[in-house]
Every structure is written in structure tokens, then in C-alpha cells.
């Protein structure tokens, strides 16, 4: 007789991955490998880098999955490793662009730009790709809320946890995120207007 993967627990489908059944790991990732890789898309914005993202923070979790909590979702252990591949490389990501801004004028020509050229990005702007480029102007902080609750749509208490804060501090950075999104995005068609 074999075991319906589909119907165990977190709980349990930890302790049948540490036992070594491979299996188990194939199925964390069938539950949890799309809401993982739409948390990264739409913190860092490029679907290629999520996906590459998505991966790492798999590999990370399994290769910790002995420091896993089975109390807890692993949806939300799995999202917290996550964000902080996002974190990392956006870090990283600064350090690029500043070595790449700090070259001699003459080797300019030798740097690819990381992101669109700006006259490129403001024209033929469809609505999703504006409310994406204001969110990207948000603090992480109030990004990562506003993700988390807003499109991922997790609960006060589970954005709580995954972020290893207070719910009013999710109600706080939640209420910020939007009055802040709500004027960038006001910023933008005003702009788009003159």
C-alpha cells in the first residue's frame, strides 16, 4: 500500500523528506513552488531572476529542513527563506549598479544596463506594469507587506509571522504601504498628464 502524499500534513511530509523519501520533497514543491515564485516575481519583477530565486530558496529549505518548526506552515517557513533571497539580492544587485555607475566614462560602453532605459519604461505603460513600478519605490518593508496581504493574501497573523513582527506592525506598514502606493501612483499620472 502506498501513502497519498497529497492528503499528509506539513508535519508529515517533513519527517517523510528527513527520512529520505524523495517524494516528500517533490510534493512540498508542487504545493508551494507557485505561491513562492509569485512572492519573488512581485518583489523583485523579473520572472527570470524569480525563478532562479524560487529554486535557491528550495534548495536552501530543504538542505534546513531539520530546522524546520512542523507547528508552523511551511508555507510560511518556505516564504521568510524566500524573502530573504529577495533581500540578498537585491543587496546585491546595488553593488552591481554602483560598480557599474563608478567605471570610467570611456568603459561605459562595456556595462549592460539592468533595467529598462527610462523613455522606454514610461511609454505604453500598461496598468500592471505602472502599480508595479510604484510598488517597487516602496520601502521593503511596506512592499513586503503589501505583497504579502495584498496578492499573496495571507492573513494578518501569518504575515506576522513570516515576517517575525507584530500584527500591528503589519497593520501599520499595511496602512503606509497604501497611502504610499496610492500617492506614487498619483505622482505617476500626474506626470503622464503634463
Given at each position: 500500500m502506498s501513502l497519498d502524499l497529497a492528503q499528509c500534513s506539513d508535519r508529515e511530509l517533513a519527517a517523510l523528506a528527513r527520512a529520505g523519501q524523495q517524494q516528500a520533497y517533490r510534493e512540498f514543491l508542487s504545493r508551494y513552488k507557485a505561491p513562492v515564485f509569485r512572492?519573488?516575481?512581485?518583489?523583485?519583477?523579473?520572472?527570470?531572476?524569480?525563478?532562479?530565486?524560487?529554486?535557491?530558496?528550495?534548495?536552501?529549505?530543504?538542505?534546513?529542513?531539520?530546522?524546520?518548526?512542523?507547528?508552523?506552515?511551511?508555507?510560511?517557513?518556505?516564504?521568510?527563506?524566500?524573502?530573504?533571497?529577495?533581500?540578498?539580492?537585491?543587496?546585491?544587485?546595488?553593488?552591481?549598479?554602483?560598480?557599474?555607475?563608478?567605471?570610467?566614462?570611456?568603459?561605459?560602453?562595456?556595462?549592460?544596463?539592468?533595467?529598462?532605459?527610462?523613455?522606454?519604461?514610461?511609454?505604453?505603460?500598461?496598468?500592471?506594469?505602472?502599480?508595479?513600478?510604484?510598488?517597487?519605490?516602496?520601502?521593503?518593508?511596506?512592499?513586503?507587506?503589501?505583497?504579502?496581504?495584498?496578492?499573496?493574501?495571507?492573513?494578518?497573523?501569518?504575515?506576522?509571522?513570516?515576517?517575525?513582527?507584530?500584527?500591528?506592525?503589519?497593520?501599520?506598514?499595511?496602512?503606509?504601504?497604501?497611502?504610499?502606493?496610492?500617492?506614487?501612483?498619483?505622482?505617476?499620472?500626474?506626470?503622464?498628464?503634463?
Open positions: 512572492l519573488i516575481r512581485n518583489n523583485i519583477g523579473d520572472p527570470d531572476e524569480a525563478m532562479d530565486l524560487t529554486q535557491e530558496s528550495f534548495v536552501a529549505g530543504f538542505g534546513a529542513l531539520g530546522r524546520y518548526d512542523a507547528d508552523r506552515p511551511f508555507q510560511v517557513w518556505i516564504s521568510r527563506i524566500a524573502l530573504n533571497k529577495c533581500r540578498d539580492w537585491a543587496r546585491r544587485r546595488a553593488v552591481r549598479s554602483f560598480f557599474s555607475r563608478a567605471l570610467p566614462l570611456e568603459s561605459a560602453h562595456d556595462v549592460a544596463s539592468e533595467g529598462p532605459a527610462p523613455d522606454a519604461e514610461a511609454a505604453d505603460r500598461t496598468e500592471l506594469e505602472r502599480v508595479r513600478a510604484a510598488m517597487s519605490r516602496l520601502a521593503p518593508n511596506l512592499r513586503e507587506v503589501l505583497i504579502l496581504r495584498g496578492v499573496e493574501d495571507l492573513s494578518q497573523l501569518e504575515t506576522a509571522e513570516l515576517l517575525q513582527v507584530s500584527e500591528k506592525t503589519v497593520e501599520t506598514r499595511l496602512h503606509r504601504a497604501r497611502a504610499k502606493l496610492k500617492a506614487l501612483l498619483g505622482e505617476t499620472t500626474t506626470h503622464a498628464a503634463e
